[in-house]
């Protein structure tokens, strides 16, 4: 039987099981198809601690991995589709893509969120190239430029606002004349004057080469094709955590992530098994705060070990 066991290999799982490792916890990460998070589809990184250049979000990943290895962490790239969290065993089960089964006596589910996107062929070719679903993230490259945010609810609006901190216009694009967002977010967007708005249209294409050069626009009701040029293209319509394989096993709020015990931060509804990352964190889903969750759990699971007499 595994001590710990890691699900997930981004910057929360990594970082677990940096912590893992120091605190003789022996962690096994199962680091999923396609190992290192959301940072593997993200390409400068400015905002992580340490780097006085900006640092590629692979190339980040695979530092990151290195050192867990230099550690002793040990890693498994398959995905996790089923768990059992009974203990009927005495332990955790989990049960892997390729039929793999693995028990452990403490758990960290560090699976993330993936962002939702508007599914054109475009969209994916240019992300990274003025493509993005994180202002956050990547707002400070698009200094004095146009953007456009497509969406309609809170994030949209959170994301278009934060925006023009940075851009010189901010376009908010949306499929329908009335929006999801609260009345003080609209209320906030319609009164800066970076932020217009052009509603009733679906984008057809993003346009550009080698990076964003603009947008063709469908109008819902006529079906009228319009291009509008920007240099930048958020996509602001939604996370979704990757909690699938874990509902009817640990709580999970209304869209799906895990929801922590009442007054914790990474315990969930079951003892011994904690959460870390984006799986957890609907609110600021960056990179150096899934770090910092990564390490919580870590320092939880090694105090429940200690308590159960597994580590010393």
Not at 53 to 68: F, H, S, Y
Not at 207 to 226: A, F, H, P, R, Y
Not at 287 to 309: D, P
Request: hydrophobic fraction near 40%; aromatic fraction near 8%.
């Amino acid at each position: 039987m595994e001590k710990l066991l890691i699900i997930g290999s981004g910057c929360a799982g990594l970082t677990a099981g940096i912590y893992g490792a120091r605190s003789n916890a022996a962690p096994l990460i199962l680091s999923g198809l396609t190992p290192g998070g959301q940072l593997m589809l993200t390409t400068e990184v400015e905002n992580f601690p340490g780097f006085e250049n900006p640092v590629m979000g692979p190339d980040l990943m695979e530092a990151m991995r290195k050192q867990a290895k230099r550690l002793g962490v040990r890693f498994i790239d398959e995905r996790v589709d089923k768990v059992d969290f009974s203990l009927k065993s005495g332990g955790f089960k989990v049960w892997t893509s390729e039929g793999r089964e693995v028990e452990a006596s403490c758990v960290i589910v560090a699976t993330g969120a993936n962002a939702k996107w508007l599914g054109i062929e475009s969209e994916k070719r240019l992300m990274g190239k003025g493509v993005s679903a994180c202002a956050t993230c990547d707002g400070f490259f698009f200094k004095g430029k146009r953007i456009v945010v497509v969406g309609g609810g809170d994030t949209a609006f959170e994301e278009a606002t934060f925006l023009t901190n940075f851009a010189s216009q901010v376009t908010l694009i949306h499929r329908r004349e009335g929006f999801r967002a609260s009345a003080a977010m609209l209320e906030k967007a319609r009164k800066n004057p970076k932020i217009a708005f052009v509603l009733n249209v679906t984008v057809d294409e993003v346009l550009g080469k080698d990076s964003v050069e603009g947008v063709m626009l469908k109008n819902v009701k006529t079906g009228e094709q319009q291009r509008l040029e920007c240099n930048g293209f958020f996509v602001a319509i939604g996370h979704e955590p990757v909690t699938g394989f874990l509902k009817g096993h640990v709580e999970l709020d209304d869209i799906g992530y895990i929801r922590p015990k009442a007054g914790a931060v990474v315990e969930t509804s079951v003892p011994g098994v904690f959460a870390a990352g984006d799986c957890v964190d609907r609110r600021y889903r960056q990179a150096v705060t899934a770090a910092g969750l990564g390490c919580m759990a870590a320092i939880e699971a090694r105090t429940y070990l200690e308590h159960k007499q597994l580590i010393n």
